[in-house]
């Protein structure tokens, strides 16, 4: 079960097979059903924002263990264009896609743990963490 | 443990248990857990825990015997203090000290008995912390999740009409435990309007406002709606100062009120019989 | 795949009953406002009690399909929205205000008749 399972994005179809990775993993730990949708949705989230801005990438995921507590962590990677400006897009309600630009602060409320890691022209990582209640 | 602290033990057992039970009986004065004890129980107990001790020392076993362990779980459940039975071990060891310093041991062998005897009785404390501490654990998780259920209650009034009184300060863990509970059994009682009774909420600040509208927006989102009643003048006085706008959602200033206006919006209400 | 829509009278029930990708979803965007052309439904009834995730792409094809089918003339009340997919949404910052909601089917069909007579 440590072992880490990926899911590669390349079409929009590759965006549900992400979220249903994640659906079923949450689940398998025993997270309660409002976090498996808080899981779920920000797998989706993260795929989606590859799909679109960087055409390929991959999300992973794997179960994880701290001292005293574990969950599950997701790590969504491209070799996309990268971010510019990661201050300006994890503001609320900015977007470059015309979506509702709840992106990346929206990923960061579902989850506990958020980090990004990005370089222009070489690609963009994003690694989030949900602990079990 | 080396034969000679045995013997020693053995052959002195009465002086020790005498020495240990006249210090001891002093121990139940001052001790406010123990005021309605009788002092024949706690004699008795006395004389349990040290006949149980001293088999427990004499036989030399490597674990806490089981009916020591048996002693002291009986001792912390019916509510003595935990420093009975430190203070028993300890007073054990240091007459048993004395003891040993009666005997003409030289100074290296006199060493050696006393940090044997020592080592045994630390394995004691050892279990004993142990096994309080899991217990007080245990008592305190129960009692969080306790404190949770009861933060959050739904109460439904009427048909459709459901009440959920918040009490005492709002952190993030709470407003995220009084969602998905307001959600949860907005769904179950079919409540299509939810009222959230704040008179108990001593301070309303930015957070605990924020809180408050998503869990409404929340409740909007499942298709029921959502009145905020209890909003005292203080209260109302800080949300305008605060700048927080609560214009989306209907507000009333109390409970009694916000009822009327529920029925209202579920097309009754109540009538005096003439 | 793509998501069947019932006529009653003069409104349309759609309950989503599947895992809904991109594609999907935008097929039943256009879908719904052809049968609400073909039809002229005034109201129509979104239930959403078997769907457990709705992230943004999801919640602004949703909250699209509302705006256009009101310009059409058709009002939508979408029902059975669960706990989890709400709190998320909430989560993402998406309040779907000018959405219509209603607990279930029922209450939603009532919820039209009610608007609908005024």
Redesign the interface.
């Given at each position: 079960m440590a072992a880490q399972t990926c899911v590669d994005v390349r079409n929009e179809w590759d965006i549900v097979s992400a979220r249903q990775l994640g659906r079923d993993l949450s689940k398998e730990l025993g997270f309660s059903s409002v976090d498996q949708a808080r899981i779920t949705t920000a797998i989706s989230e993260l795929a989606r924002n590859i799909y679109l801005y960087a055409g390929k990438g991959k999300v992973c995921i794997e179960p994880v263990k701290d001292v005293n507590r574990s969950g599950l962590q997701i790590i969504a990677s491209d070799t996309g264009p990268g971010i510019q400006d990661i201050r300006k897009v994890m503001q609320d309600g900015f977007t470059t896609s015309g979506g509702l630009g709840a992106g990346l602060p929206g990923v960061k409320r579902l989850m506990d743990e958020f980090s990004i890691n990005s370089s222009v022209d070489i690609g963009t990582e994003i690694l989030i963490t949900k602990w079990l209640r | 443990m080396n034969s000679t602290a045995f013997q020693v033990i053995k052959h002195n057992r009465l002086s020790i248990i005498e020495r240990w039970q006249e210090e001891m009986s002093n121990f139940q004065e001052g001790e406010r857990e123990l005021t309605h004890v009788t002092r024949e129980v706690f004699l008795n107990a006395n004389t349990e825990f040290i006949d149980k001790l001293m088999a427990q020392v004499t036989n030399d076993h490597e674990t806490i015997s089981p009916e020591l362990k048996d002693f002291f779980e009986r001792t912390i459940q019916i509510g003595w203090p935990l420093n009975y039975i430190t203070q028993g071990l300890q007073t054990f060891l240091r007459v048993t000290l004395q003891v040993i310093m009666d005997q003409d041991f030289d100074k290296e062998e006199a060493f050696k008995i006393y940090d044997l005897l020592d080592r045994s009785i630390d394995g004691l404390f050892n279990e004993i912390v142990q096994y309080t501490t899991h217990t007080w654990k245990n008592t305190i998780s129960v009692q969080k999740m306790a404190l949770l259920e009861l933060s959050a209650p739904l109460i439904p009034v009427f048909e459709h009409i459901t009440v959920m009184p918040l009490i005492g300060t709002i952190d993030t863990e709470r407003a995220k435990w009084i969602m998905e509970n307001l959600l949860e059994g907005a769904i179950k009682h079919r409540s299509q309007v939810v009222l959230i009774d704040i008179t108990g909420v001593p301070i309303v600040d930015t957070m605990v406002a924020h809180h408050i509208i998503q869990a409404a927006e929340a409740v909007r989102l499942i298709g029921a709606k959502c009145i905020l009643v209890g909003i005292r003048p203080e209260i109302a006085q800080t949300i305008v100062n605060l700048g927080i706008d609560l214009s989306e959602f209907p507000t009333r200033s109390n409970l009694l009120k916000g009822i009327e206006a529920a029925l209202e919006l579920t097309n009754k209400k109540i009538e005096t019989l003439s | 795949m793509r998501i069947p829509i019932l006529k009653l009278h003069e409104y349309l029930l759609i309950s989503i009953q599947m895992?809904l990708?991109?594609?999907t979803a935008l097929q039943f965007q256009e879908d719904l406002l052809n049968k609400i052309h073909d039809t002229g439904a005034r109201g129509v009834v979104i239930d959403l009690t078997s769907v457990?995730?709705?992230?943004?792409?999801i919640?602004?094809v949703l909250?699209d399909v509302v705006k256009m089918s009101n310009l059409m003339g058709a009002k939508v009340v979408?029902?059975?929205?669960?706990?989890?997919?709400?709190?998320?949404?909430?989560?993402?910052?998406?309040?779907?205000?000018d959405v219509p909601?209603?607990?279930?089917l029922e209450?939603?069909l009532d919820k039209l008749q009610q608007e609908l007579e005024v």
């Open positions: - | - | 895992e990708d991109d594609m457990d995730m709705v992230d943004s792409f919640a602004k909250g979408m029902t059975g929205i669960q706990p989890p997919v709400a709190i998320t949404l909430i989560d993402l910052g998406i309040v779907m205000r909601t209603a607990l279930d209450q939603g």
